[in-house]
Every structure is written in C-alpha cells, then in structure tokens.
C-alpha cells in the first residue's frame, strides 16, 4: 500500500502520516526528514540539499527521484511525507510504481488555511532523535514535559527553516508548485481532502479518525 500526504508546510504531514504508519503498519518515507539527516552528517548529498532547504526552495528534482527511487526499492509499501512534491516528481513515482506492478492507495490532502500554518511552523519542534522524530506545537500541541520528547525522552530541537522568512518562501513554493498536485491527483481521482482548522479546534485525534476513514474506504473498493 503506498499513501501520499499532500498539504503545505505545517499542515501535520508527518503527524497524521506517523499516525498512518502505525495503524496499517507502513514504513514513513519522509524526504525532508532524510535530507536534514544528510545535512546533519554533512554527505555530499545533505552539503547539495542544503543550498536549496536553507533558502525554502525545493531540491532539484534529479536528486530527489534518484533519492525517494533507492528507499522505495527497499519497501513494500510506504507512507510517502513531503514527495512528490512537483508535477515532474508525481510522474517519475507512476512510472515507477508501474513498472513494479505496483500502485497509489490514496491520496491524503491536509487542507489548512495559511494564516493558521505560519503560526502552526513558527511555534513548531521536533525530536532530535532520528528515529523518533515526533512533532510537537510549544501553542497547540505541547511535549507534556518543555522541551521533552513524550515518545523517547531526547531533546526537541526547531527546524532550521521553522523562520518566518523562510516559511513564507516555503508557503510560495507550495503555492506555486505542490498545489498542482492537488488537480493532479483529482483527476486521476485518488485525492482525499481532509479539512483542518485548528481554530475551529480541529484536534488531531479528529483528523486522525478521518483520515483512517478515507483510506478504509478505499482499501475496501
Ligand atoms: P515542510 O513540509 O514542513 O516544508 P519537509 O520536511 O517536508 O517540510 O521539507 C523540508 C524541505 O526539504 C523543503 O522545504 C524542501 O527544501 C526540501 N524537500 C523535501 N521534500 C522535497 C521534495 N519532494 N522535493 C524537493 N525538495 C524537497
Ligand atoms: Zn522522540
């Protein structure tokens, strides 16, 4: 079963996709998160990434498919989290999981309004621990001790990018080029929108629930 999570920077992808992979027993394949990981030990790859992150531009997609190519060779199913993430990426997976025999699930689009994910990125940490990497929100959705993972005690830590400047270039990118994926998904109609408005107080639990229903629906097509 392969699940992608489409939605703008702070919309809870990695939540709600953490949350995937554990009720249906998936692997989470999150790009950013393994790009942060190549920074951190300054690899060739994380030394390229880097120019592109730090400024809130996306990684070229040459590098990207290679990258997401080799991990899904690995894996018999995945939730993917932050890819595809342009049209010319979103092909390169059809094409690959074609070739494998193999085909997308559904598509899980968090829908979030952007005055609400400026705020949701800017108030953000996460776990230091990479194979933990829980999220937490200091406003919405606090560790229970400050600072503290809840799952495995190591240290929260904010992304280097979480800066209003950069998230606003994010945002644009967003805006710009992952939304057409939106349409492309619809057309080939495999979206499942999941509205969220955390002033609506829209908790995860909620879109937790819808989402396993959405992808329950489809399973059982
Ligand atoms: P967010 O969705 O909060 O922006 P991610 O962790 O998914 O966070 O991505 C962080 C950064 O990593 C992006 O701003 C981009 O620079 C890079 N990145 C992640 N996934 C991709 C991708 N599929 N294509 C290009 N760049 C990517
Ligand atoms: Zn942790």
């Given at each position: 079963?392969?699940?992608?999570?489409?939605?703008?920077?702070?919309s809870?992808?990695?939540?709600?996709?953490?949350?995937?992979?554990?009720?249906?027993?998936?692997?989470?394949?999150?790009?950013?998160?393994?790009f942060?990981e190549?920074i951190?030990?300054?690899t060739?790859?994380?030394?390229?990434?880097?120019?592109?992150?730090s400024?809130?531009?996306l990684v070229?997609?040459?590098?990207?498919?290679?990258?997401?190519?080799?991990?899904?060779d690995e894996?018999?199913?995945?939730?993917?989290?932050?890819?595809?993430?342009?049209?010319?990426?979103?092909?390169?997976?059809?094409?690959?999981?074609?070739?494998?025999?193999?085909?997308?699930?559904?598509v899980?689009d968090?829908?979030?309004?952007?005055?609400?994910?400026?705020?949701?990125?800017?108030?953000?940490?996460?776990?230091?621990?990479?194979?933990?990497?829980?999220?937490y929100?200091?406003?919405?959705?606090?560790?229970?001790?400050?600072?503290?993972?809840?799952?495995?005690?190591?240290?929260?830590?904010?992304?280097?990018?979480?800066?209003?400047?950069?998230?606003?270039?994010?945002?644009?990118?967003?805006?710009?080029?992952?939304?057409?994926?939106?349409?492309?998904?619809?057309e080939?109609?495999?979206?499942?929108?999941?509205?969220?408005?955390?002033?609506?107080?829209?908790?995860?639990?909620?879109?937790?629930?819808?989402?396993?229903?959405a992808?329950?629906?489809?399973?059982?097509?």
């Amino acid at each position: 079963m392969y699940i992608i999570m489409l939605g703008a920077p702070g919309s809870g992808k990695g939540t709600i996709g953490t949350e995937i992979c554990k009720h249906y027993n998936l692997t989470h394949l999150a790009t950013g998160d393994i790009f942060r990981e190549e920074i951190k030990n300054q690899t060739e790859l994380g030394k390229e990434a880097e120019k592109y992150i730090s400024q809130g531009k996306l990684v070229p997609d040459e590098i990207t498919i290679k990258l997401v190519e080799k991990q899904l060779d690995e894996l018999d199913g995945a939730v993917l989290d932050g890819f595809p993430r342009t049209i010319e990426q979103a092909s390169a997976l059809d094409s690959y999981l074609n070739s494998k025999g193999k085909a997308i699930t559904a598509v899980i689009d968090l829908n979030v309004p952007d005055e609400d994910l400026v705020v949701r990125t800017s108030s953000r940490v996460i776990c230091s621990n990479k194979t933990c990497r829980a999220a937490y929100n200091t406003k919405f959705m606090p560790s229970k001790v400050e600072g503290v993972c809840d799952v495995c005690g190591s240290a929260l830590i904010r992304r280097a990018d979480d800066v209003p400047e950069i998230i606003r270039n994010r945002l644009k990118v967003y805006h710009e080029e992952t939304e057409q994926l939106i349409n492309y998904y619809r057309e080939k109609e495999l979206l499942e929108p999941i509205d969220i408005n955390i002033y609506s107080e829209t908790t995860r639990e909620d879109t937790t629930a819808k989402t396993f229903n959405a992808i329950d629906k489809r399973i059982a097509e």
